[in-house]
Structures are given as structure tokens and as C-alpha cells.
């Protein structure tokens, strides 16, 4: 009787481990389904960082709280929604903004970035969202500055590393002692203002925005739409990353079919 109650009890407890070890395989197969839902409800989840270099206002700037705000950021900040994609904008230098998504420091970049076929090279862009030129700031008493070769014999101000300097580079000489070189188009204009340079040449939307906002400081603007050609801005991604490229573009489609886009546009600049 006492062997048969010890084999009874040995069996319980075999059955019990038993019973347990199939509650765990079936809790681990319920937390792990083979379709591979999970994963990919994580990897939508996943917080990208998105670059920017706030000191382009209206595109990106920072508000009185520190966070950074913009026509770039709240174009991309709808895209994403409409993707899924959960963004968090970091301000990042222009200086090293390329360098940051290269690491895989920043996931996107968001920062007035002129879509360029050298840029291509080093990095994907997606769909263009703003059409951009190249604008021309004088100070006050120039006024012998009617298009962009009047800027030969003139000290102008640039934003190193944008395309205003690379332009500027191929009239005046990529070394030339009268381009004077700032890390932001602000400080840049803030030169001109000062009587340091004659000139400044910048993105439209950026020279635009200062000149309105600093009224009697004597500065005007030049068009010349025959020197500067047309450019477009696009966000940017690490070269290959299609499947996140893939998004944006997709949200951005979204934006401008539904008109949040137009909205985001006129809010900025006014109608088109």
C-alpha cells in the first residue's frame, strides 16, 4: 500500500511538471506568434530621430520652450502620423548634420536639406516638399546690386556648406577672401545688417522670413531667376533604408491629397 501511495505521489508530480512545462511552452508560443505580429508591432513602435538644425527659421527654430518648430517639422510630423511612425526632432548643427545620420545618430533629417545629385551620393531623399531659390539680401546704401554678377567685386555672407555658398563659390572663387562664411543663415543676414559684408545669398524662404521680421533694418531683397537655378528640399535617410524611405513618402502623398500639406503651407507663406 505504502509503495503503491509513493508511485501515485511520484506520478502526481511528474504530471504537475508536466502540466507546467506545457503552460510555459504555451505562454512563450502566445507572447512569440509565428506570424511574426509582434515583431513588427515593436518595430512600428520604435521612436525615429529625426535631425534638424533649428536656426533656419521658418523651416526649423526653437520656441521659447526649447522644442524645435517649423514648417519642416510639422510637414514631416504629419506625414508620419499618417505612416505610423513616431518622430522625435533632436537639433543637430548643419555642420555635422550629415555626419549624424551616417552613424545612425539621426534617422531622418529635416532641415531645409535642397535635394542635390552629389547629396544622392551619401544619402537617400524622399519626394520633394518645397520648391526653393536662391535669394539675394543687399544692405543699406547698395544699391548697384541688380543680379548676381553685380556681386563680383562685393564681400558676401553665406551659410557654410548650403548651396548659397556653393554658388556663391563658383562666381567668386572657392577660396576667395570675400566670402565670409557663418554656421547659420541668421548670423549671416545678422552680418549684413551689421555693414560687415554688402550682400548675402540664401534660400528664399529663409531670407524672406528675416527681412520681414526685422523691419527698418534697411536690408531688400534681388531676384534673379536667371542665375540661380530651381531647387527642391526633401527629407533625408541613411543610403538603403527603403522601408522607412518608404513611409515618408507614403505620408507625404497623404498630406498633400487630403490638405493638410496646403495648410501646413499657407500657415508659413501664404497661399501659393
Known amino acids: 500500500m505504502k509503495l503503491a501511495r509513493r508511485t501515485l505521489f511520484a506520478v502526481a508530480i511528474v504530471s504537475c511538471f508536466g502540466l507546467a512545462a ?20 515593436a518595430a512600428e513602435a520604435k521612436e525615429i530621430i529625426v535631425g534638424s538644425d533649428a536656426s533656419y527659421r521658418p523651416f526649423e527654430y526653437q520656441n521659447d520652450q526649447k522644442e524645435v518648430v517649423g514648417f519642416d517639422v510639422e510637414v514631416l510630423t504629419a506625414a508620419a ?48 516638399y518645397f520648391d526653393a531659390r ?7 546704401g547698395v544699391t548697384n546690386v541688380k543680379s548676381f554678377d553685380d556681386l563680383k567685386d562685393k564681400k558676401v555672407a553665406v551659410q557654410t556648406g548650403t548651396t548659397g555658398d556653393e554658388v556663391v ?10 566670402i565670409k562664411r557663418f554656421e547659420s543663415m541668421p548670423l549671416a543676414l545678422k552680418e549684413l545688417e551689421n555693414g560687415g559684408v554688402q550682400a ?16 527698418g533694418n534697411g536690408i531688400v531683397t534681388v531676384e534673379d531667376t536667371k542665375s540661380f537655378v530651381a531647387e527642391q528640399y526633401g527629407f533625408a535617410v541613411k543610403k538603403g533604408n527603403q522601408a522607412l524611405l518608404d513611409k515618408v513618402n507614403s505620408g507625404l502623398k497623404a498630406i498633400k491629397a487630403d490638405g493638410t500639406y496646403d495648410n501646413i503651407y499657407k500657415k508659413y507663406f501664404g497661399s501659393k
Do not use: H
Open 169 to 178: 563659390q563658383k562666381l567668386l572663387g572657392k577660396t576667395s577672401p570675400n
Open 200 to 215: 548675402a545669398v540664401g534660400d528664399n524662404g529663409v531670407v524672406v522670413n528675416y527681412v520681414q521680421n526685422n523691419p
Open 134 to 140: 536662391q535669394l539675394i539680401a543687399v544692405g543699406k
Open 81 to 128: 502620423q499618417k505612416s505610423g511612425l513616431k518622430v522625435k526632432f533632436v537639433n543637430t548643427p548643419w555642420e555635422g548634420i550629415f555626419q549624424a545620420l551616417q552613424n545612425g545618430d539621426r534617422d531622418i533629417l529635416a532641415s531645409a536639406i535642397t535635394i542635390t545629385e552629389e547629396r544622392r551620393k551619401s544619402m537617400d531623399f524622399s519626394d520633394p
Open 22 to 41: 506545457c503552460g510555459q511552452k504555451s505562454a512563450q508560443q502566445s507572447a512569440s506568434p509565428s506570424d511574426g505580429s509582434a515583431p513588427a508591432a
